[in-house]
């Protein structure tokens, strides 16, 4: 499963990151990214954080976090900015 950010829906709130740091990080314009270390080899989540993600999911005021089904590289569009 990937984990997706919506770069359109991100608005810097921050709470992901302060909830869970091992999971969300802010870029340098203070958008969330997924931190490398909570992805495997594959850039899929690492499932024993997926309850960290539901919380991020169900704390976002904007609704920028999903969980996408898949092992591919996860989409991190906050990355871009
Ligand atoms: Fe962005 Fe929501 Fe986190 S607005 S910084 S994904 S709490």
């Known amino acids: 499963m ?7 829906r991100c608005q810097g709130h921050g709470l992901c990151a302060a909830l869970h740091p091992d999971v ?10 997924v931190q490398h270390d909570a992805l495997d080899q594959r850039g899929a989540l690492d499932p024993s954080l ?3 993600v539901d919380e991020a999911i169900g704390t976002c005021p904007e609704d920028a ?3 996408v089904e898949g092992s ?3 989409t991190v569009e906050g990355e871009a900015r």
Do not use: K, Q
């Open 24 to 33: 969300f990080d802010l870029d340098a314009n203070g958008f969330s990214v």
């Open 50 to 52: 997926l309850t960290e």
């Open 2 to 8: 990937r984990v997706r950010i919506d770069p359109d």
């Open 65 to 67: 976090i999903a969980v």
């Open 72 to 74: 591919a590289r996860p």
